[in-house]
């Protein structure tokens, strides 16, 4: 674990050499986190930029990666994923590329394709205490000691991304870290993974696992964050149906990183547009209801009684 950190401090040898990160699943902050520890490094001038590969044909990411302006070397942020659709033709022409470029550019590819373990390195997702010792150390902030062991009896691993985050708070909050954990560590915990789990069981209608979900998370977050929220998320998956039904699925794949997997995978399928247009317009109502002082049971109604109105 620690010689992974090492490496996202760390350029390629030259221009031209390419490094595999993989992981089980690709974490949400992990390029970000990328781009930030090489400036902080002092190991990288070069502009940093981010192309998903469900986002570009692959004759066009051939060619940028071929070529420069007037010299310029960049480095490039490859990111592969749930969302991307690749044939295994076009799989097989990355996998060649990948393989005999000689640049001359940078390029990281990020990827959760196992495929890619034997030449990559593997990001162990699940964040030990351990692990969490070596990212702060790799970070160089100012964690507590106390910190870690404290953030360890509430339990005994964390996702990177919320690793990464509760490095962030531990570095401000320094020893003084007692209403932190009585008050304030199991909202944070209530991060986009978990509005995630939650989205997920609301689009497959599984209503008792969306309801203890929804009882787990509903006070850690305002009402109309709640409105917005849910919202967000019917007007992406109408998007999303509206561009697939028309055959457009570059157009689709550009809303599906927003949805849950399971959404684009197979549960979009029991949606029309009239559906989901009426479950927002429910929320609509909910929303004016709130900001003229009725309807406060709104949003418990939504849930309990989704997509059946």
């Keep these: 674990m620690a010689h992974f950190f090492e490496k996202l401090y760390a350029m390629p040898a030259q221009a031209g050499c390419i490094m595999i990160f993989c992981a089980q699943s690709i974490p949400?902050?992990?390029?970000n986190f990328h781009r930030l520890a090489l400036l902080a490094a002092g190991s990288n001038t070069l502009p940093y930029s981010v192309i998903l590969l469900d986002d570009i044909d692959l004759e066009g990411l051939f060619a940028q990666l071929s070529i420069t302006f007037l010299g310029q070397v960049?480095?490039?942020?490859?990111?592969?994923?749930?969302?991307?659709?690749?044939?295994?033709?076009?799989r097989k022409k990355l996998n060649l590329f990948l393989k005999e470029y000689t640049g001359p550019h940078y390029v990281y590819f990020f990827t959760n394709d196992p495929l890619y373990e034997k030449?990559?390195?593997?990001?162990d997702t699940v964040i030990t205490q351990r692990s969490f010792q070596e990212l702060v150390m790799s970070t160089g902030l100012n964690v507590a000691p106390s910190f870690i062991e404290k953030l360890y009896t509430y339990r005994s691993s964390y996702t990177f991304d919320e690793a990464l985050s509760l490095v962030r708070y531990a570095?401000?909050?320094?020893?003084?870290?007692?209403l932190f954990f009585s008050a304030w560590l199991t909202?944070?915990?209530?991060?986009d993974t978990s509005l995630f789990i939650l989205s997920q069981y609301f689009f497959s209608q599984q209503k008792n696992l969306l309801i203890q979900e929804w009882i787990r998370l509903k006070d850690h977050y305002t009402p109309e964050f709640w409105i917005a929220f849910f919202s967000e998320?019917?007007?992406?998956?109408?998007l999303y149906v509206q561009y697939t039904q028309a055959g457009k699925s570059a157009e689709a794949k550009r809303h599906a990183y927003r949805l849950p997997f399971s959404f684009f995978q197979k549960d979009y399928k029991r949606y029309t547009l009239t559906q989901l247009a009426k479950a927002h317009e429910f929320l609509y109502k909910i929303d004016h209801?709130?900001?003229n002082g009725y309807a406060t049971d709104g949003l418990e109604l939504f849930i309990h009684t989704a997509f059946s109105f």
């Design 233 to 238: 998320q019917l007007w992406q998956a109408a």
């Design 119 to 123: 030449n990559a390195l593997v990001l």
């Design 74 to 90: 960049c480095l490039y942020a490859l990111k592969d994923g749930p969302s991307c659709s690749l044939s295994p033709t076009e």
């Design 28 to 31: 949400e902050k992990i390029i």
């Design 289 to 291: 209801g709130l900001k």
């Design 187 to 191: 909202r944070i915990l209530a991060d």
């Design 171 to 178: 570095d401000l909050l320094g020893a003084r870290n007692d």
